[in-house]
């Protein structure tokens, strides 16, 4: 943006400044006299100059006393914002010529710069101009940053708060899951105990068959027609005894096995 004020300055300048081989002979005549009226006080100006520390001055005559005017600066732009700031100066009350002259510090080796007191206004107005953008593009950019800085807490905020949700809903459901694999093990423990209690009757049932058997033999031994049906009889009811004992005792081992799947689920 700076960059863009001096080119900008540097251009305006350009284009208002005029030589003397351009000028009329009257307004040649007439800048000729006033840069002989400043050379008369040269010693003054390069004082005054050697005493602001700056690079230079814009100096002129007073045109309604002719008293020496120095308007210290670094360059001609400088040195009128300077004057144009400074209201309560002395300089203030002095009534600029429409040309101007910027003397250099005695130590720079450079001739003093003609430049009229339009170009210095206009250069004026553009700093003026300038600056006020600037100020504009910062508070903006403020605004921005604030704006940015309230999206972003919204959105920590949000994360946060689906963050939360999800824990919630996430616990909710393991809770779900613990009770139903707990009430799935109640059922498997309660059809074990039913199963055991089916297989002790079974075994039960087995020493009655047994006892059965037994008396089975007293009686073939009454009756010899009838020992060899007796011992049919005995037979075959052992061996079903023995078959659904091994079944029992195979679905019990079952059971058993299921139990300790769900307990190491838990």
Known sequence: MRQLLYFMSVAVM???CATHSLMPESQAAAVKERDRALASHSSAIH???SQSGHGGALAFLDARDGRLVV???DSPADAWARHIA???SGAASAEPPPVLTFVHRADV???PEVVTRTVLQQQHALRISVAALETELREAHQRIEERFGLV???LTDSITAAKQQADVSQAAARADIQKALSALSDDLAAARKFMLQTAQLGWLNHELTIENAGGIRKVAAASQEL???AAKLEETMRQLSETLAAQLKDLANRLDNIQGKVSSLK
């Open 14 to 16: 350009v284009a208002g």
């Open 47 to 49: 004082a005054a100059i």
């Open 71 to 73: 308007l210290p600066g």
């Open 86 to 88: 400074a209201p309560e």
């Open 109 to 111: 080796p450079k001739a």
């Open 152 to 154: 972003q807490r919204e």
């Open 227 to 229: 020992s060899a049906s």
